[in-house]
């Protein structure tokens, strides 16, 4: 059998355990992982450095490299997202509803897991970890295809997760690598129906669009981030600028980080000036319309196709526009329904940008960055979803589930 049956196989049996784990059992396990992700900071780097010096040897973008490369501070992050997990409630059998129908039947709305979820991920090998804190907490096993460039690290930190469940007394087997990451193989997972009952890409518009397309297992998408900032004409200065540097500069190379910055044509001069100063004292390159380029002349010059563009690096363009309206208007054209900000002192326009933006998240002078599990108070992760049914932003624990219904009565028959 090949390894994506064996492992798809297994994962379904582990799902049955893992769906009637208790509370007490599951958070064990967080503990038991979050202590040897610690303890196993010195593996996990190693095998870090093998895929980093892997991609570097083949000139992999500096934005993929830093997805990729692991410290013991990412690591530190890891062990502090799996510890919030425990603190979180445990999502299952909650009773979302509960109801008596006329003829005596009580009605039960209960949450319960959504089985084996198969994730394709992107170069970050803090994925698996999350992916595993968040499935185990909410009864799911986590059927993992990371990308081939993060392998080594991917392996070493299940081998630290499974190790940490069979200590507990839970199937290592709820949480898997497929370690053959061939698109052939991964092609095979988008049919395996037989063992994975949900999908969750995370990645590039291909890998998306791929997915959606090719597989018959229902697929939760993410999606790409194409985020603005619209700095208003009532913008306060400082903070517009603090604003779009941040988003812009504090990971560049993530899907919450703004690559076009919206700035209404009366905030002013100055203020344009000050925000252009301080993006190159930050290094990075502005593409501005024509209109900003009759300001400020030696800005390289946007084109068309750069509203359109995710940069994921230390570029960003820039486009003056005429009102609150035309940057909505300009959002819903180019936006990928990720995260978009107003800054703006302005309530009523502040109002209009959240109410009509049409987007997983919208801002009122926050930085985009914030579209995070953890930031969001979720621990971590799973993906963040940029469509709208199921679930919509960062996608924690009540994501990972579904409801079953439960029906009791007293012999009730329907006539
Ligand atoms: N909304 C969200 O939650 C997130 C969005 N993103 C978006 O992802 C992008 C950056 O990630 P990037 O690394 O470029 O993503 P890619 O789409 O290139 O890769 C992501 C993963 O998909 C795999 N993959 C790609 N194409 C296929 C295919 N045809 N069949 C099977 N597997 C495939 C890759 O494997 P391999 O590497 O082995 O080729 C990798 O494991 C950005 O656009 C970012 O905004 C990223 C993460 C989260
Ligand atoms: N969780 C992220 C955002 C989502 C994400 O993973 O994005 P990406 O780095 O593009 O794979 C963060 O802000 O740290």
Redesign the pocket.
């Known amino acids: 059998m090949s390894e994506l049956l064996q492992k798809g196989k297994a994962a379904k049996q582990a799902a049955k355990t893992l769906g009637q784990a208790s509370t007490e059992l599951k958070n064990k396990a967080l503990q038991a992982i979050a202590d040897g992700l610690s303890a196993n900071h010195t593996p996990i780097l190693a095998a870090n450095k093998q895929d980093v010096e892997r991609a570097k040897a083949a000139n992999t973008s500096a934005a993929?490299l830093d997805r990729l490369i692991l410290t013991e501070q990412r690591i530190q992050d890891m062990v502090t997202g799996v510890k919030q997990v425990i603190e979180l409630a445990d999502p299952l059998g909650e009773i979302m509803e509960s109801y008596d129908r006329p003829n005596g039947i009580k009605i039960d709305k209960v949450r319960v897991p959504l089985g084996v979820i198969g994730i394709?991920?992107?170069?970050r090998p803090n994925v698996t970890a999350d992916a595993a804190a968040l499935c185990l907490k909410t009864g799911n096993c986590a059927f993992l295809?990371?990308?081939?460039?993060a392998l080594e690290s991917n392996k070493a930190i299940v081998k630290v997760v499974q190790e940490a469940l069979t200590s507990v007394g839970l199937p290592a087997t709820a949480v898997q690598l497929l370690e053959d990451?061939s698109?052939e193989t991964?092609?095979q997972m988008l049919q395996m129906n037989q063992f994975l009952d949900v999908l969750i890409p995370?990645?590039?518009?291909?890998?998306i669009e791929?997915v959606v397309k090719n597989a018959t297992v229902p697929v939760l998408e993410?999606?790409?981030?194409n985020c603005h900032v619209y700095i208003d004409e009532a913008a306060e200065p400082t903070m517009a600028v603090n604003i779009a540097l941040n988003a812009k500069t504090q990971r560049p190379g993530v899907?919450n980080a703004v690559e076009t910055l919206l700035v209404h044509k009366d905030w002013g001069v100055e203020s344009l000036n000050k925000l252009i100063s301080a993006l190159n004292e930050q290094k990075v390159k502005v593409r501005a319309c024509s209109q900003t380029k009759q300001t400020i002349s030696d800005l390289d010059a946007a084109d068309e196709s750069d509203w359109a563009t995710?940069y994921?690096d230390l570029t960003v363009a820039l486009k003056l526009v005429d009102s609150v309206e035309a940057a909505i208007e300009h959002i819903d054209q180019y936006g990928s329904g990720?995260s978009e900000c107003i800054v703006t002192e302005n309530e009523q326009h502040a109002r209009k940008f959240l109410n009509e933006v049409d987007a997983a998240a919208v801002y009122h002078n926050v930085s985009t960055r914030f579209t995070d599990g953890f930031e969001f108070g979720f621990g971590a992760e799973i993906?963040?979803s940029?469509q709208k049914l199921h679930a919509r932003g960062p996608m924690g624990l009540k994501e990972l589930t579904s409801y079953k219904y439960i029906l009791q009565g007293t012999g009730q028959i329907r006539s």
Request: with cysteine; net charge negative.
């Open positions: 993929i394709i991920y992107e170069a295809r990371g990308s081939s460039s990451t698109y991964s092609d995370r990645g590039g518009a291909g890998l791929h993410t999606g790409i981030g899907c995710e994921l990720h993906g963040i940029t």
